[in-house]
């Protein structure tokens, strides 16, 4: 085992991990510019913003040359991808800043799967995906099943734990697999990160929310993407938590899932995120 697993054993030192990088969040305000799908724009802007960070939904690759470089990270996330907004991906991944990608129903198209697998070749910091989609970007498999669900996963978090290892080792990036249990691999080590409630589900475009935040976290923490995907999924997971405790369905959630993230504090934060290293 590398450096750290010795305090990441240890439940409490996550508590405090996750509290310091939402501070720091906060105290920053990450500059994330989001090449992200339509559906998800509104989501993933609000989450960024109530967590403390600064989104920028800039999609011209004119420009990327003048605005990405000014970025703390870069979010790309192919939800509705076309070939019009593919250069400009390519060319924001490029451009030097840590990144993340959201490889949304990879398996959906030959051309869906060709350009991630493109995109995974420009190194992102970190992958996150739902079950399926890291099950079909580990072996590069447009769907046949029939089972498919498109930007839904139609298997559990733990279905994908082998493929994330074998993907995080292929392409250097830290790959992170949503689910009941979300987790997170650099292709040694695993850490669970278990906060969330089953109705995030049933918002759309939680899953691209929660890789936006990544994206904010590890523009403070570049050097230990591993930390910075387990706390940011942890955190709004837990926003998730206690958003429910005052909602009736999936709009409501919505709405207080955000408020929570604005309002977590320092005794929520260290007392309830759920953050452990498998061993
Ligand atoms: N069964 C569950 N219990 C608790 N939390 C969950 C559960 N399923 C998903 N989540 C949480 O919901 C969020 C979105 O994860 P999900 O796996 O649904 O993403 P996704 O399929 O990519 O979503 P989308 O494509 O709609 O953006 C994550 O924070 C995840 O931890
Ligand atoms: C529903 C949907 N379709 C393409 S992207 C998206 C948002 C959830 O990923
Ligand atoms: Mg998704």
Known sequence: MDDGAKEQRDPAWWGRRAWSLLSAVRARAPLVQCITNLVSMDIAANALLAAGASPAMVHS?????????????????????????????????????????????????????????????????????????????????????????????????????????????????????????????????VVGASNGVPMMQKITATGCAVTALIAAFVAIEPSDALVAAACALAIFGLAGEIGMESSKGPASLRMHLIDTLYFLDEEMVTSRVRIALRP
Request: glycine residues 6%.
């Open 61 to 189: 690759l004119r420009e990327v040359p003048d605005f990405t470089p000014r970025c703390d990270a870069v979010y790309v996330n192919v939800g509705t991808l076309s070939e019009d907004w593919l250069p400009s991906m390519r060319a924001a991944a490029s451009a030097g800043r840590p990144w993340v990608l959201d490889p949304v129903a990879a398996a959906a198209s030959g051309f869906r799967m060709e350009a991630c697998v493109e995109l995974l070749a420009l190194r992102p910091a970190v992958v996150r995906g739902n079950a399926s989609e890291i099950l079909a970007l580990a072996d590069r498999s447009v769907a046949a099943a029939s089972n498919f669900k498109g930007a839904d996963s139609s298997h559990e978090s733990m279905d994908a734990l082998e493929a994330a290892k074998a993907l995080a080792l292929s392409s250097g990036a830290v790959v992170a697999v949503s689910g009941a249990v979300d987790f997170i691999t650099n292709g040694e080590k």
